[in-house]
């Protein structure tokens, strides 16, 4: 079965760090781009990031560039999203997501998210 | 504000036909880049309704349907049933910011 899991979520204070990480398994993380997608409390979706199969493109939302890193492991089949300088504007459910990139490109996998809460 | 432009809103009865708009514009839709619509029920993640415009992943209804034209696209339901309720977004790829684009979302009530 195809899965994406996030994990490291939590609460973290104005201008703190967090690392989140994504686990997939079922098929071949080598292969695909991924991306992280954030959904604030109430909110629409925001696409946040992507990353190429062997992490060699990397592309961001203006919003965190400069703040958030992409970054990837084959061997672990991991993705990870390293946020510094966090904002109560970061506050939100973020999502892992497969990338396909046959039609133009879309996520055609999705985890199940975990929630980051950036508050004093 | 979302780059790509969805009403927040539409209803309908059961068995009846929808339609969500999503509007975009030349550095998006407009530039050719394809459409796709995910469906989000209640507390979950968002899963994937139509990919290319107009196909469908397997296992997603044909009661389900979408097009394009232009700098637009539109999502069909037919036969509304009491499950569809959910919020429905639409997503493209900008040129102009090397990324994806997604609409502000539609939430569908079936009355």
């Known amino acids: 079965e195809v899965q994406l899991v996030e994990s490291g979520g939590g609460l973290v204070q104005p201008g703190g760090s967090l690392r989140l990480s994504c686990a997939a398994s079922?098929?071949?993380?080598?292969?695909?781009?991924m991306s992280w997608v954030r959904q604030a409390p109430g909110k629409g979706l925001e696409w946040v990031a992507n990353?190429?199969?062997?992490?060699?493109?990397?592309y961001y939302v203006d919003s965190v560039k400069g703040r958030f890193t992409i970054s990837r492991d084959n061997a672990k089949n991991s993705l990870y999203l390293q946020m510094n300088s966090l904002r109560a504007e970061d506050t939100a459910v973020y999502y892992c997501?497969?990338?396909?990139?046959?039609?133009?490109?879309?996520?055609?996998?999705w985890g199940k998210g975990t929630t980051v809460t950036v508050s004093s | 504000q979302s780059v790509l432009t969805q009403p927040p809103s539409v209803s309908g009865a059961p068995g009846q036909r929808v339609t969500i708009s999503c509007t975009g514009s030349?550095?998006?839709?407009?530039?050719?880049?394809?459409v796709h619509w995910y469906q989000q029920l209640p507390g979950t993640a968002p899963k994937l309704l139509i990919y290319?415009?107009?196909n469908r992943p397997s296992g997603v209804p044909d009661r389900f349907s979408g097009s394009k034209s232009g700098t637009s696209a539109s999502l069909a339901i037919s036969g509304l049933q009491a499950e569809d309720e959910a919020d429905y977004y639409c997503?493209?790829?900008?040129?102009?910011?090397?990324?994806?684009?997604f609409g502000g979302g539609t939430k569908l009530t079936v009355l």
């Open positions: 990353i190429k199969q062997d992490g060699s493109e990397k």
């Open positions: 290319g415009n107009s």
């Open positions: 079922g098929f071949t993380f080598s292969s695909y781009w």
């Open positions: 030349s550095s998006n839709i407009g530039a050719g880049y394809d």
């Open positions: 997501a497969r990338d396909n990139w046959d039609y133009y490109y879309y996520m055609d996998v």
């Open positions: 997503q493209s790829y900008d040129s102009s910011l090397s990324g994806g684009v």
